[in-house]
T-cell receptor, first 113, second 118 residues
């Protein structure tokens, strides 16, 4: 059973702080990792993807991947109230014809002004 | 350009009714996915199309669920004899390709159809 685990939160951080969101996955054959942001009542919106070990930065967002530990994280610097949302970690597994994403349950982030 | 669109946005059905949910992917996107998202959960995979071919339907929960993409563009998810446990948001996503070079292409989601079965 392929699993993606996230702390459901809520994670509360003050405005301007760094928010750290974590995700672990079970299948060592996983190749691609995605972070989606989902506002209440809305559909998931892609914010970051990472394929290789290490860090990938895009503006205030940094994705970190450690395949040996089967761990992926998302850091949000200078958190803003508009970042308050549920963050979904998604993993794409290897395998012939298997292109679907497996999602965690999401971590709810609340940025306090 | 236009994103993924879905219709209807909301659907209320009486138990036992059949429903059809439509997805218009981003133009030129080869891959199309359907997911089901229950309240407070992450999306769960239902089925995958590459052009008109349904390559993976392992996530469909029962034989009451059927999906098609006859011309490789618009897709329809049909649920027969709806049950209360079918109540969820049904999300459609498209991507340019499935994968290539060992990486998976990012999927872009539509707004979803919220199905409520009474």
């Amino acid at each position: 059973q392929k699993e993606v685990e996230q702390n459901s939160g809520p994670l509360s951080v003050p405005e301007g702080a760094i928010a750290s969101l974590n995700c672990t996955y079970s299948d060592r054959g996983s190749q691609s990792f995605f972070w989606y942001r989902q506002y209440s009542g809305k559909s998931p919106e892609l914010i970051m993807f990472i394929y290789s070990n290490g860090d990938k930065e895009d503006g205030r967002f940094t994705a970190q991947l450690n395949k040996a530990s089967q761990y992926v994280s998302l850091l949000i610097r200078d958190s803003q109230p508009s970042d308050s949302a549920t963050y979904l970690c998604a993993v794409a597994y290897s395998g012939a014809g298997s292109y679907q994403l497996t999602f965690g349950k999401g971590t709810k982030l609340s940025v306090i002004p | 350009g236009a994103g993924v669109s879905q219709s209807p946005r909301y659907k209320v059905a009486k138990r036992g009714q059949d429903v059809a949910l439509r997805c218009d992917p981003i133009s030129g996107h080869v891959s199309l996915f359907w997911y089901q998202q229950a309240l407070g959960q992450g999306p769960e995979f239902l089925t995958y199309f590459q052009n008109e071919a349904q390559l993976d339907k392992s996530g469909l929960p029962s034989d009451r669920f059927f999906a098609e993409r006859p011309e490789g563009s618009v897709s329809t998810l049909k649920i027969q004899r709806t049950q209360q446990e079918d109540s969820a948001v049904y999300l459609c996503a498209s991507s340019l390709l499935g994968s290539g070079g060992g990486i998976h292409y990012e999927q872009f989601f539509g707004p979803g159809t919220r199905l409520t079965v009474l």
